[in-house]
């Protein structure tokens, strides 16, 4: 059960104030019924979100069940999500202009936490959390979470474990430099996350493919740099986990540790199974949580959600990517706490400064982000009755429709939909989720193009 205060603004004061209530548990998962609101606060939460978050609508509804106003501030001019109507347009390129936009606003009718969805909006909500005197972090610790380059000098430079790497030019590339690492080597665009434009490369020839290839994929970046360079990177052996916490006046409570089953070896690496809890050996689990918690310290990571990714080979953890969000896409549907107090619902009470209980999650999780095949236009995906008939399967997801093209990674950036289990061990989820991709059978069409002849 999560118990919530109701926070209060006293206009004459101009403070907040606690009246402690008991709420009903907010449920994530769609076909569970909600609990009832009996009080509503008036204290009033801002999301500063891109037009394409996934995330909007699961915070809306995590505000709405502890009876909190949320507002968005989004790029989205149109919005299938209504309480967009009632949100702030903002031009979230123009962070200067965002900030003055948000802080007028905060002036007419003051926030009582700010929560960016996204890496995209989450300097903004940072630095204006330091504006208005909120929890928050540092506005610097957003641009080590985004780019990939400056995180590793960041980190290295603490004390903690990551790969070799350098910084090399893609011009420099296709004229037959390379790296002064040894091969297998990874390739990654700087700013980019989800996997997209990830290669590995195990000579030259491979090398400058894979360099071409994104340079096709950042070719869009808005940062010249972003466009012209890349990160270089020793590949490291292993498997791959991720750590989803939270941290508090900079200390990391760790909400999951997930494990991903298939193997992350090459030449992409698309992200598809999370298991948790994990079945790592104790000690080692222990060594991932301290790594993580010193590179979010490094960082200047000391308020809010945070989402890691390691490698972990043998006693050793190494730190890929570490976000000031929660864990992406649909995929924290499965993360319960206590009373099916979902993870949303946890990052606004924490932005809020309100007092939580959480117990301790029961069983076993997993979710399958179910990946594209193959590139083409999408006509149907069959067998989705039969796979939610699985024994442990709550919930399969479709997200792609029917005419909808479909790009794979490398130059991809989203999955074809998510598969959702729960078992009384990582071992049940997994196989559960297994066998539910097993039974969809997904059909494509190839994506005919007309080439002008002029």
Not at 7 to 26: C, D, H, M, N, T
Not at 158 to 186: E, W
Request: proline share 7%; with cysteine; net charge positive.
């Amino acid at each position: 059960m999560l118990r919530l205060a109701r926070l209060e603004y006293e206009r004459k004061s101009g403070a907040f104030r606690y009246v402690i209530f008991r709420q009903s548990p907010y449920r994530p998962f769609p076909d569970r019924p909600r609990g009832r609101i009996t009080e509503v606060t008036s204290a009033r939460l801002l999301l500063v979100a891109p037009s394409t978050s996934y995330r909007v609508g699961a915070y809306l509804n995590a505000a709405r069940g502890i009876g909190v106003c949320a507002v968005v501030a989004s790029d989205g001019r149109h919005s299938l999500i209504s309480s967009f109507n009632q949100g702030i347009h903002i031009d979230p390129a123009d962070v200067d202009g965002t900030i003055e936009v948000l802080l007028a606003e905060a002036r007419i009718r003051p926030f009582a936490g700010v929560i960016g969805t996204d890496d995209g909006t989450v300097e903004i909500a940072s630095r204006l959390a330091r504006a208005l005197g909120l929890p928050g972090n540092e506005p610097g610790a957003a641009v080590y979470t985004r780019r990939k380059d400056k995180a590793r000098v960041r980190l290295r430079s603490g004390g903690v474990s990551v790969p070799r790497h350098a910084v090399m030019d893609i011009a420099g590339i296709a004229r037959g430099n390379l790296p002064d690492i040894p091969f297998p080597v990874v390739l990654k665009p700087l700013a980019m996350s989800g996997s997209r434009g990830v290669i590995r490369a195990d000579d030259g020839d491979a090398f400058r493919a894979a360099a071409k290839r994104i340079q096709g994929i950042v070719g869009d970046e808005s940062d010249p740099l972003e466009r012209r360079a890349i990160l270089v990177e020793r590949y490291l052996p292993g498997s791959e986990v991720a750590l989803e916490g939270m941290l508090r006046n900079g200390q990391l409570s760790v909400l999951a540790l997930f494990d991903k089953p298939d193997p992350m070896e090459g030449p992409f690496f698309e992200e598809t199974y999370y298991v948790t809890p994990s079945r790592l050996p104790a000690r080692i689990q222990e060594r991932v949580v301290a790594t993580a918690g010193k590179a979010c310290a490094v960082l200047g990571l000391r308020q809010g959600p945070i989402h890691a990714e390691l490698r972990v080979d043998g006693e050793s953890a190494w730190i890929l990517e570490i976000a000031a969000r929660t864990i992406g896409g649909q995929c924290a549907r499965m993360l319960t706490f206590g009373t099916n107090t979902g993870l949303e619902a946890l990052v606004v009470a924490h932005a809020l400064d309100l007092p939580v209980t959480l117990d301790a999650p029961q069983g076993a999780s997993g979710v399958l982000m179910i990946p594209i095949p193959r590139a083409g236009v999408l006509r149907r995906v069959e067998g989705v009755l039969e796979a939610q008939k699985v024994p442990g399967i709550v919930d399969v997801e479709i997200s792609r429709r029917e005419g909808y093209e479909l790009v794979p990674l490398p130059e991809g950036s989203s999955y074809l939909g998510f598969i959702f289990a729960r078992a009384d061990t990582p071992a049940d989820a997994e196989i559960a989720l297994r066998e539910a991709h097993a039974r969809l059978n997904v059909v494509i069409a190839p994506a005919w193009r007309i080439r002008s002849t002029d």
